[in-house]
């Protein structure tokens, strides 16, 4: 009885010292086969069960049939095959037993030949024809299992045959109706040895053992290169993938889970119905957002929250119930719209829509047959519609100009400017119409001209046909209404937002910039790279966070801005911080902490104006030093000549050394402390006109803050008649909160604190800035206008001195003079640099009005007779009188500064906007006719006019056709034009805010130039003004 036992424990399992290597197929059929499939076996196991079980003895030759005891390198072969091929099964036992007897008459049909026992493996060539017929069958059966004959069955032993012969094919096989077109590998392996011998080692029930083998389930073989590598010789070829292998059908879980994801997704996209915080009822919250819209992207606290309260404690959490009218259609179209989002290709429809020159199977392509570009590998992205809110014509290149290459990448396509590599507005937007197209149904937005109230999923379900009344048809509108907000806010920006960079550039001003993000990931690299080389260091998680946790000031955020050929880092210090912690409130931005310091300054400025030197904190001051200059020279100025020289630093704010700065800006306040005062002041709009009764414009409202200079009163009373409402018109004051004293050590210490430990946060790491000041500062101007202010006293005061002066803007100098030497000896000065300011000049800014030779060649100069370009001024260089440079940005286009309101009182805007237009170009500079000759003042003003008239035409031209201004509402708004242009020049509000200012133009005159600009060939307006 022992010895019986223990034969049959043998014979059922090997010991455990054979040389049987299962550990190549554990982790493949743990991870990924037992997965795939209920059952799993090797094959020895599998044909061990399958054996009838009268046959005794060839269970016993297929269990004592190890690799160690075999007796040849072909036993040892069949061997490893039987303990390492992996049969795996789908299909029931009993409809494998009833599929399996039909085949096998099939069989006897096919072969034509009877039952034969094989009782030993050394008989090899029978078996092998055995095998190739068996195999023969499987392929003639599976061909024959489809219904159309032109049908391929996708089965791995069906490659390589096909129903129709290939050229030249005449039947290489000998199955009815099958042709070999070429080579199949599994064929072929399943022919050879050690097959064969296993078919034989199986005897009588061989056969029929390998025909269900190779038809009911799926065989792998183990790969000799690599470990626990599998190759697939039999069964379809994409079974693996099914993961739940009892069925198609989604369990009872799994449709609870789905329609919890719908009716999540609704709640999204109908807030409003659900109780939930909406766009349209509710108030925003100005703790959580900075924006005028709250973000609506992630609010599955606020989800929770909701399910919480309606559910009970006891019970289960559940989605709350569909309200009733989004029961039916609308369910049904957000379900389709979750399966059309999970199906819908991205990333190639912007492939298609905004193409690169780096993208696969693209060669590529110059700009000027393409102008944008964009780079490999970006995973297009779509909204996120998982159970939660949505997440997630170019102008022609020019010919004739220098074209230029991005030096860090070979690959970089040749361009003039950067945004060229953007993408073109019109196929971004081609795109985003694209994908809307895909994932939003139809039937969303009805059928043909239906109107809201007829849309069908708009209807309750048991009121269709019915008479609408008032209250339905409101409550339609709204439903829609919320739907077309989710359409623009969750779908709409997060794929503009997920696929592209949207930026302004350098020079550009109010257009925008499509890059996609694999193309700005490639511009950005080099110029991240350098940065991080030279102005930023590293700084551990640990140690930033702790850094920011033992003070009141943030981090900034670094972005880089398009500039012609490069790009410029600004630092975004006005953010508000979101909360530290479990807090959604957001706190205060580093800008506002910084504002006692500026306030400081701005007293010291007023105060003690010797230590800037220089220094011109707007442009506006050109006019006032300029005017000084030419009243002391008297008639000097006029007898002499004028020397001129430009001088721009190189990077200024990212040069400055930070030790130095902080040292000297500790000798700039006079006080101990500083008490900080704040006023509103309300006046009416300044572009309305007071005399008409149509106008609704808000009143403009700003907040003043301001240090008390010294025996400055504290009262509000008292300082507007000191020195307040002296240059005020229609103004009401407001004394706001009371005042706040500072102490000088204190914002010493937190202008330090600023300066030297800035952080940085780029992407999801932290930098501390560790070179120069942090642009984007309320106080970096003036660090910069007291550094360069002392560089001028302890470098340049041989500058001093009557006949000359020095202007700066930030960093760029302008040193007027009529002495040659001066000029010369202040160019060579800057251009050997300074290096304990850090002050290294751009020698290809550099302009003069003289010629001159530096030691990289001469330098430029401007025309005989030409006047001097100065931050956006033009300069005399003999009377010193002052211009407006309209072309200083010849490529930069007019409707670049324009920004087209499509809303409501289209015409009272375009007026507006033509107004404001001129406004900006009024600067008391170009018309003071006690400093410019008159023809100066009206060559300004015939400018002013011209430029007006190209935006007030390209406005017209942006506006729909139905929106545009009508001709007497154009003959109206330039009548208009005229009036405030000669009020706003030769008015008393002027005169008293300017003294010694004046303006001698004549209402007629204005007129005149007005109508001769009209009549003139320099612009090209519309065809209703043409007509006036």
Not at 883 to 902: C, M, Q, W, Y
Request: glycine letters at 6%; charged letters at 25%; proline letters at 6%.
């Amino acid at each position: 009885m022992t010895r019986r036992a223990k034969r049959k424990r043998d014979s059922q399992k090997p010991d455990a010292d054979q040389d049987v290597p299962q550990n190549n197929s554990s982790l493949v059929t743990r991870k990924l086969l037992e997965r795939c499939f209920p059952h799993v076996q090797t094959l020895r196991e599998h044909l061990l069960s399958k054996l009838p079980s009268a046959s005794r003895l060839r269970r016993k030759k297929i269990t004592a049939l190890t690799a160690r005891d075999a007796s040849s390198e072909l036993e040892g072969r069949v061997a490893a095959l039987l303990d390492t091929a992996l049969v795996c099964s789908r299909l029931p036992q009993a409809q494998k037993s009833e599929t399996s007897d039909i085949r096998w008459e099939q069989w006897k049909s096919f072969s034509q030949k009877g039952d034969e026992s094989y009782v030993s493996i050394s008989d090899t060539r029978s078996a092998k024809q055995s095998q190739t017929e068996i195999l023969e069958f499987v392929v003639w059966l599976l061909f024959n299992r489809e219904k159309t004959t032109n049908t391929q069955p996708c089965h791995v032993l069906c490659n390589g045959f096909d129903v129709k012969p290939g050229n030249g094919d005449k039947g290489t096989t000998s199955i009815p109706g099958v042709y070999c077109r070429f080579p199949s590998s599994s064929f072929d392996a399943l022919k050879e040895a050690p097959w064969p011998q296993v078919l034989a080692l199986l005897g009588q029930s061989g056969e029929r053992l390998m025909i269900d083998l190779l038809l009911d389930y799926s065989l792998f073989v183990a790969v000799d290169a690599g470990h626990g590598n599998f190759y697939q010789l039999s069964d379809v070829l994409n079974r693996c993938p099914y993961v739940k292998p009892e069925g198609d059908e989604p369990s009872p879980d799994e449709r609870e889970q789905n329609e919890a994801n719908t009716t999540k997704v609704m709640m999204y996209m109908f807030p409003r119905q659900f109780g939930l915080h909406n766009a349209f009822t509710s108030e925003v919250d100005k703790t959580r957002t900075t924006m005028k819209f709250q973000d609506y992207t992630y609010r599955e606290d606020e989800i929770n929250e909701a399910i919480a309260l309606r559910s009970n404690s006891s019970e289960k959490k559940k989605p709350p119930k569909l309200p009733k009218r989004l029961k039916g259609i609308a369910r049904d179209l957000v379900l389709n719209l979750q399966v059309r989002h999970s199906r819908c290709a991205y990333f190639e429809l912007l492939r298609y829509y905004c193409p690169s020159a780096w993208d696969t199977h693209r060669p590529p392509q110059d700009l000027a047959t393409q102008a944008s570009f964009k780079a490999p590998k970006q995973q297009g992205d779509g909204p996120n519609i998982d159970g939660a809110a949505i997440q997630g014509t170019s102008r022609p290149k020019r010919v004739g100009h220098k074209t230029h290459s991005q030096p860090c990448h070979s690959d970089m396509p040749s361009y003039n400017t950067l945004v060229e590599l953007a993408c073109p507005i019109g196929n971004v937007s081609a795109y985003c119409q694209a994908v809307l197209a895909k994932i939003v149904p139809d039937r969303f937005w009805g059928e043909g001209d239906t109107m809201v109230v007829d849309i069908p999923w708009l209807r309750p379900p048991d009121l269709a046909g019915q008479k609408t009344s008032q209250t339905d048809i409101s409550k339609r509108y709204e439903l829609f209404h919320e739907f077309l907000y989710y359409v623009f806010d969750s779908l709409l920006i997060p794929l503009v937002r997920n696929n592209f960079y949207v930026t302004e550039s350098n020079i550009h001003r109010n257009r925008l910039f499509y890059f996609r993000h694999d193309v700005w990931r490639r511009i950005t690299e080099p110029a991240m790279a350098k940065l991080k080389e030279n102005m930023l260091e590293p700084l551990r998680l640990v140690d930033a966070t702790r850094i920011l946790d033992s003070r009141r000031l943030g981090f900034s955020q670094l972005r880089l801005l398009p500039k012609t050929l490069d790009l410029r880092p600004i630092m975004n210090l006005g953010k508000k911080m979101p909360g530290r912690g479990r807090s959604k409130a957001f706190g205060t931005s580093i800008n506002w902490e910084l504002k006692p310091i500026h306030h400081m300054l701005n007293a010291e400025k007023a105060m003690n104006a010797s230590k800037l030197g220089s220094s011109m904190l707007s442009t506006g001051e050109i006019y006032s030093r300029l005017k000084e200059f030419k009243l002391a020279l008297g008639s000097a100025a006029s007898s002499q000549r004028f020397y001129f020289a430009k001088i721009d630093v190189h990077a200024a704010f990212d040069t400055i050394p930070q030790e130095a700065v902080i040292k000297l800006m500790n000798s700039v306040p006079s006080r101990g402390h500083y008490t900080v005062v704040k006023h509103v002041e309300m006046m009416p709009d300044p572009r309305t006109d007071p005399a008409s009764s149509k106008e609704t414009s808000k009143s403009l409202r700003t907040w003043h803050f301001s240090a008390l200079k010294k025996g400055e009163p504290f009262s509000l009373p008292e300082r507007l008649e000191r020195s307040i409402s002296e240059k005020k018109i229609n103004t009401v004051f407001v004394e706001g909160n009371p005042a706040r004293t500072y102490h000088t050590a204190g914002l010493l210490k937190l202008l330090e604190e600023h300066v030297s430990q800035n952080i940085v946060k780029v992407g999801k790491r932290f930098y501390r800035q560790k070179r120069g000041i942090p642009q984007g500062s309320v106080v970096s101007s003036f660090l910069c206008n007291y550094f360069y202010a002392d560089l001028e006293a302890q470098h340049l005061h041989f500058l001093n001195g009557p006949g000359s002066i020095l202007l700066r803007f930030m960093d760029d100098f302008l040193f007027i003079t009529q002495d040659k030497k001066k000029a010369v000896q202040f160019v060579e000065t800057m251009h050997r640099g300074v290096p304990e300011y850090g002050v290294e000049v751009n020698t290809k800014k550099t302009l003069l009005n003289f010629n001159m030779k530096s030691q990289d060649g001469p330098l430029s100069t401007i025309s005989h007779g030409e006047k001097f370009p100065y931050c956006g001024t033009l300069i005399d260089c003999q009377t010193l009188e002052i211009s407006r440079n309209h072309n200083k940005d010849p490529d930069n286009g007019i409707a670049n500064s324009l920004t087209v309101e499509f809303g409501r009182l289209p015409g009272q805007n375009f007026e507006k906007k033509m107004l404001h237009a001129f406004r900006i170009q009024s600067k008391p500079m170009y018309y003071d006719t006690s400093h410019n000759s008159t023809a100066t003042v009206l060559d300004s003003l015939s400018g002013a006019f011209y430029e007006t008239a190209q935006k007030m035409s390209a406005y017209i031209h942006c506006l729909p056709k139905s929106k545009r201004p009508s001709k007497p509402l154009i003959i109206r708004s330039i009548i208009k034009m005229v009036d405030v242009a000669f009020s706003l020049l030769t008015g008393k509000s002027r005169r008293m805010r300017l003294e010694g200012y004046s303006c001698d133009l004549r209402k007629g005159q204005v007129f005149r130039y007005v109508l001769q600009l009209l009549f003139s060939s320099r612009i090209q307006p519309p065809s209703n003004l043409l007509e006036l």
